[in-house]
């Protein structure tokens, strides 16, 4: 008998894109867990203390260290997003050039039925959509970072002052 999710063994109305063998699976997830369990390490054991070790009142690569501390997560975390979400914009041209998704020659995870025309080119226009979103998600946390940062500083006009942590 032959396997329904094999593209090339299907025949009449669903076909299904070609999938990964279980030990390329098996390879890609521990790929991908030893890649996040590496920037984990990196990010925890230099950034983060780095980060942690920031003062509002200190200067960092000749930036008021509130600014850092401010931006950091109102725009360093949707610019991080965004440039994840880019990675799929390859993958979402091929699909608006063939009309086809997943496009041909790509390989899935789990079986994937195929989808031709309007369909496939709405899966395209979704995946715009969400790297819009990602870019007007940092769009805003900058904007918004900048205006804390810029009533802190009007409130502060000659820096923040360092104190002492125990007085």
């Not at 867990?33 to 950034?47: D, N, R």
């Not at 501390?69 to 990675?87: E, K, N, Q, R, Y």
């Amino acid at each position: 008998m032959k396997n329904p999710f094999n593209a090339s063994a299907t025949s009449g109305k669903s076909a299904y894109a070609p999938c990964y063998s279980a030990s390329e699976r098996l390879r890609l997830f521990a790929v991908t867990v030893f890649c996040l369990i590496g920037v984990g390490t990196v990010l925890h054991h230099t950034f983060f203390p780095w980060l942690h070790a920031i003062r509002p009142c200190d200067t960092v690569f000749g930036l008021p260290g509130i600014n850092i501390i401010i931006f950091t997560p109102f725009a360093g975390l949707p610019l991080l997003l965004l440039l994840a979400s880019l990675v799929t914009l390859p993958e979402t041209l091929r699909i608006f050039r063939s009309g086809q998704s997943p496009s041909p020659g790509h390989r899935t995870l789990r079986p994937t039925r195929l989808r031709y025309g309007r369909a496939a080119r709405r899966i395209a226009i979704l995946r715009l959509a969400f790297v819009c979103a990602c870019f007007l998600f940092l769009a805003w946390g900058v904007w918004y970072a900048q205006r804390w940062t810029n009533a802190v500083h009007a409130r502060f006009p000659q820096g923040i002052p360092c104190v002492p942590a125990n007085p």
